[in-house]
């Protein structure tokens, strides 16, 4: 029984799928100041920045951004906690037979918590836990998929077999937002120190909003910046 | 005091902010039954049939249209009560001293409603009702209008001397949607008989809706043609 | 013509349709950390002031506040922008013939605005302009309200006959929301120096805002405490 | 290693945290053709009958009911699809220690599935078949409990260690939606042959749906019947 681990959580942007840029953020915007004849000139990085400071979020809706993400289940379940202005699409293991990839945190990860809930910190592992950590991860994800193999293959129903699958399991999903949406995302699901408010994210769903930051950084640069310049704060 | 009259209300695509198409949308229904692995091949138009029918809502959301529109105060009353997948900014009376443009319905508007609330149909006028409307039209709106300008003159700030405007007066925003939220509207904002549910919009919105579906048959056909195909039920 | 005059903005909540206390609160929050345990007890100030404080908004949403609102078309159309979390029922200009009741900005109202959009700072007018403004008002809503009704008595349908009506027309709405929404609303639409983020909202609208603040402070005293202490910022 | 098995899923309507009613949706749509006069009179099943059939939809937002639902991950899944009108608190595997109780369909579940994606039918398994999968079912609900809590003893957090859970693993959640969200949630996932509509949830989420469906029934009586008289369809 063959089983794939994986430690890489990734958002890849679908660059066929995109629509908006600073300039339409800033043209949205001035339909509010110059109606129809709004066009997209002036100087845009002021603009966005007082859009930004001053929370007039509505300009940043009018774009729109797409991800294929490849995370596991239980940052799924996290990602789609999130529902104005996200639209999913996802795996079902109704219709398929899933495929055995999954989650092995990596030796990177910190795996002790320390303080009270809301506000963990993490600090490393010992050698031993990280082997202890592996090996569970290793031993129950073989049996789990064990047990589904053997459901299915007596003429069970996928529905019902995956039922023993753990939320380790990797899952893919289309993620569409707009950049509202998306900061709002980030400013939950990233922890800087330089943020206003202060957010404790897991750190896997944190990898998945780091890559979509990065997209965001590229294809809307001034509204990134002013985003950061104002304390990561979602309009 | 010159004022424009205006019976043209319109809803103009920006080809620059758009994303979306057929194959993007049976890319991300793909994704529950393939997985990551899903991409822009295979039969479209069966799929988007299927998922038209069977009411899959979510893989028509990954897509975005704008539009400009230019249309009365009442009118843009009625549009945005739209909630979900829907993203506006309009021209703000607080903000800019807005422009004499006012609505006067043509000769072809039937002025006349018959029946109950809910369900009226509408005839031609008179001439003589024609006569009336046009004049009337005419005269408060001057009215407003001088009154406007008077106050303004006087230094009265714009928010407080916009107060007589009415709801006749032409406003532009720009508003973007996904094709889902698009469907939705037009089962809600156009008349047609063959559509499974009846709809009673006021016909100067149903006009806004006409452009827009027009530009929804151009950059989705497949997914207009099943849409119109299942009864105009938004999936 | 007999039309009324009002300067009086009022949103009423409706005691009968109201869900929903700080317990509530607390108990969803707890059902987090406890599962299906979460009973209504312990500490109920301090959990709700770490809930507010680090943002974890979803707990406010599971309440409900009704409220009937009485105010000008104006004040309404930035109302309904506020799509989250929000519902509505408004006075039809399509289904019912309206009644003459006209927003007039009392004496106290300030009418000259200072500075640029965005940032508007008011000082009273003169007395020549209240003077102004009382009359233009008066003068334009008039007119307005009789060429209403002559198209009325012509037998023009009611939604084209109101195309000459002002956006200072009164006009009552039924708005149902929970305490995320509420608190969002309340951040945008009242403009308090304490408040970590600076609005602008219009007088008008902030007159309804004030009349929602106070029954969320009488239903809600614990959320609304966190909500102040904490800079009036919507988790 | 006790771990608790359970094919009971639930969702228990909160009494102590419920707006509205038949007669207050009444009230909501007539403030549409009476304005602030609006009461709590006049012949409620017709109106709400008429509202149904021509899709009047928001009259029906004025309301809330909350559940806390008991149901295994997969079904929490596809539940908090539904964004729109819903709001949710869970258990989180991150702040606290899971407890092991676990989903095995009882002996009436259909376990093979014919038919093609998306219109499945179920037909009841073989005596072997519940075999196999009660067995299946059991030893990777333990392994994986085993492994959980072994990782929890060296000091992985909670947070590392959940990872080898599997989706059959009961969570708790508390769900607000209100009437027309609910109607919404139920024209999906209940299957019921005189449905406009057809639909083919999973029989675990329908047994969530079944209840919140009885609580609707009896809270929402007239609401319920022109519900159910008009083909489950959502307005």
């Not at 958002?11 to 129809?36: E, F, M, W, Y």
């Not at 836990?129 to 569970?136: K, L, P, S």
């Not at 073989?142 to 003429?155: D, I, N, P, V």
């Not at 993620?175 to 939950?188: E, K, Q, W």
Request: charged share 20%.
């Amino acid at each position: 029984m063959t089983i794939a681990q994986r430690s890489e959580i990734t958002a890849t942007l679908d660059p066929d799928n995109l629509a908006g840029s600073d300039a339409k953020i800033c043209q949205a915007a001035r339909v509010s100041t110059l109606g129809s004849a709004a066009a997209e000139s002036g100087e845009a990085s002021g603009l966005i920045n007082y859009l930004m400071r001053d929370r007039h979020g509505s300009p940043f809706e009018h774009g729109q951004l797409s991800f294929l993400v490849e995370a596991p289940i239980f940052v799924a379940r996290e990602f789609m906690r999130h529902r104005a202005g996200w639209s999913y699409n996802e795996t079902s293991g109704r219709y398929r037979e899933l495929v055995p990839v999954f989650y092995i945190p990596d030796r990177k990860r910190p795996l002790v918590q320390e303080g009270k809930p809301g506000a963990y910190t993490f600090v490393d592992g010992t050698h031993e836990q990280y082997g202890i950590t592996r090996w569970e991860h290793e031993q129950a994800y073989r049996t789990a998929w064990s047990s589904y193999q053997r459901m299915l293959k007596a003429g069970v129903a996928k529905e019902i077999a995956r039922d023993v699958l753990p939320v380790g399991l990797f899952t893919s999903f289309y993620a569409t937002c707009n950049p509202r949406s998306l900061m709002h995302f980030l400013s939950l699901r990233t922890r800087v120190p330089s943020a206003t408010f202060p957010s404790f994210p897991q750190q896997e769903i944190e990898k998945v909003a780091q890559d979509m930051e990065e997209a965001f950084a590229e294809h809307f640069p001034l509204t990134y910046i002013a985003y950061t310049n104002n304390g990561r704060v979602c309009p």
